[in-house]
């Protein structure tokens, strides 16, 4: 039987040889990551962890997380009574969320406050967002998205991209595991990145790959015995549940004890989720994967064709029963998924034969159709952590700097030495040669910042419009120009922006359709009623999101308000209008 050790003497063997490993704890700032190394029970690797990143976890997502739900609530009419309802959604759900979590990950957590010297109820509270999120999204689903219970516009703009090969598709014959964590936490998650070594007193050791704060290893994550892990989310589902595991912890369980997918699969099918998930569990020495995607109500374990050498994956359920549990609530955000699930398989076919590491990170930061920066691009908006694993020698690359993660260097690391590893060379497929359009997209980038974080749309506008100076053929970014000028009271502007839009055209015919329907509203507010009705006409002559469709039927019977206008709220995702 082959051990964890033997596939780093084969590096050896190869000219490469491992450095020894530095006793820990340590921590140490490498291009721009906070790399950490931890050893001990839970509570001492928790403990450490607070106590070397003390001044950098206030800057990073647990606080941001923390009132999430919170700033989800006061957004969505409750008013004055915002505080209140908060007060009981923690109540009823936070707390569920956190009575659910195993006694090793309370225990983590224990050691984190301890460390960090932070109230432990506000760390709970901080990791219990996502399956409460979860949960409330699933809620307002059944209630197909009636009343003030979300604020949409921050609460669904998730993605995530796997791209993975092995065998013939790769130019060595080594597994590549290449993941994009999208999420939410553009502004403080990246600044906080983190490279976590773990050693625990029992178990196999295993790196995550994370941020200040974020201590569990269960979501993106590689273990000596070469597996890897990397979790997808789908967050357009009514079957979340309270009562089960909530995420991050039984993927870390998997890094602590599992040498084989088959001892991972176990693992995964004791423990039932909260939310809707997808583990992507690899096997470097077997050459093999896993694809496992699961809701409370049922698990499926996928596994490639054994003739298969690449997977890609996005957030679209593969399971037949699971897939017929996710809502279309949002076309745009389908169309994106599928738009990527498609483009990095198409990536991987491309290059299937030659795929190294470098290529692995050209998919991940892949900008989409041409004619459009958004709709299909793999390197998103939201797109805080990349890493390129090569199991089989223990070596991986994690991407530094701002969103999109993806599109900046790749710095390399060995799990053997725990070290910063140079000699592997840095990757740089995914940075743009286009300047000018990696400028236009930051604008686009410190725009959505400035709406979400601060709330600052004159802001945002001024950023929004920057962008379709640098980048002018792109159709989405004059979109958003025209939907903040609508909501600000510029009308003027937000008819040119609007009709510069259809200008431009998209390769989407729906968005076409939405482009016309908030043209025919800005001619509305202009006073021009004949233009509006020509418009509205256009978008039932168009095919069209069903949701557009019923706007533009409403528009033909009544022109559009300003008061109508000033509640317009944007999303910078996938630079639509959610619920137009």
Not at 127 to 152: E, F, N, Q, T
Not at 299 to 317: D, K, M, V
Not at 409 to 429: A, K, T, V, W
């Amino acid at each position: 039987m082959t051990t964890p050790r033997q596939s780093v003497a084969d590096s050896a063997n190869s000219g490469i040889m491992p450095r020894p490993r530095e006793a820990g704890p340590w921590y140490r700032r490498i291009g721009g990551l906070h790399v950490l190394k931890l050893t001990g029970s839970y509570y001492d690797m928790g403990r450490q962890h607070g106590a070397l990143l003390k001044d950098e976890i206030p800057r990073g997502p647990l606080p941001y997380y923390r009132t999430y739900i919170e700033r989800l609530v006061g957004h969505s009419g409750f008013g004055p009574l915002a505080p209140l309802a908060c007060s009981v959604l923690q109540r009823l759900v936070g707390s569920r969320v956190i009575k659910a979590f195993p006694d090793f990950a309370l225990e983590t957590f224990r050691g984190l406050a301890d460390g960090a010297d932070l109230d432990l109820d506000s760390v709970l509270e901080s990791c219990s967002m996502p399956d409460s999120l979860l949960w409330v999204a699933s809620r307002v689903m059944r209630l197909k998205g009636v009343g003030p219970a979300m604020h949409h516009r921050l609460a669904l703009g998730l993605g995530c991209t796997s791209a993975i090969a092995w065998g013939d598709s790769t130019a060595d014959g080594k597994l590549l595991h290449g993941r994009n964590m999208d999420y939410h936490g553009v502004g403080c998650w990246p600044r906080t990145s983190a490279v976590l070594f773990h050693e625990p007193t029992t178990g196999l050791r295993y790196v995550s790959v994370g941020a200040a704060g974020v201590m569990l290893g269960g979501i993106t994550a590689m273990n000596e015995a070469g597996l890897t892990l990397t979790v997808h989310q789908h967050m357009f589902t009514d079957r979340a549940a309270l009562g089960g595991v909530p995420i991050g912890c039984v993927g870390d369980l998997v890094m602590r004890q599992a040498s084989t997918l088959e001892e991972a699969e176990a693992i995964l099918q004791a423990h039932r989720p909260i939310g809707c998930w997808t583990y992507l569990i690899a096997d470097s020495k077997r050459r093999e994967l896993l694809c496992w995607e699961e809701n409370p109500e049922r698990q499926a374990a996928l596994r490639p064709a054994t003739e298969q050498s690449t997977f890609g994956y996005t957030n679209i359920f593969l399971d037949e029963q699971l897939g017929d549990s996710e809502m279309n609530l949002y076309p745009s955000y389908w169309r994106h998924n599928l738009g990527r699930q498609q483009r990095v398989t198409q990536l991987l076919a491309d290059r299937s034969g030659s795929i190294k590491p470098n290529d692995i990170a050209s998919f991940l930061a892949d900008p989409g159709q041409h004619d459009c920066r958004i709709s299909t691009a793999i390197g998103m908006l939201m797109n805080v952590s990349s890493v390129v694993f090569r199991p089989e020698d223990g070596i991986f690359w994690v991407a530094s700097g701002e969103t999109p993660i993806s599109e900046n260097p790749y710095i390399p690391f060995d799990l053997e030495s725990e070290d910063h590893s140079p000699e592997h060379g840095q990757l740089d497929g995914g940075v743009p040669a286009d300047e000018q359009g990696r400028e236009a997209f930051d604008h686009y980038r410190r725009a959505y910042l400035a709406y979400v974080d601060q709330e600052d749309a004159a802001t945002s506008r001024r950023l929004i419009d920057r962008a379709c100076e640098l980048a002018p053929d792109q159709p989405l970014y004059h979109f958003l120009a025209g939907m903040l000028a609508l909501k600000l009271g510029d009308t003027e502007a937000a008819f040119a922006s609007l009709s510069r839009t259809l200008d431009l055209g998209h390769p989407h015919t729906e968005r076409v359709a939405t482009f016309h329907l908030w043209r025919a509203r800005a001619a509305d507010l202009r006073g021009e009623r004949a233009q509006g009705l020509r418009d509205y006409r256009a978008v039932l002559g168009h095919h069209s999101d069903a949701t557009v469709r019923a706007a533009a039927h409403k528009g033909l019977r009544r022109p559009y308000q300003q008061r109508q206008a000033r509640r317009v709220d944007p999303d910078f995702i996938y630079a639509d209008v959610i619920a137009p």
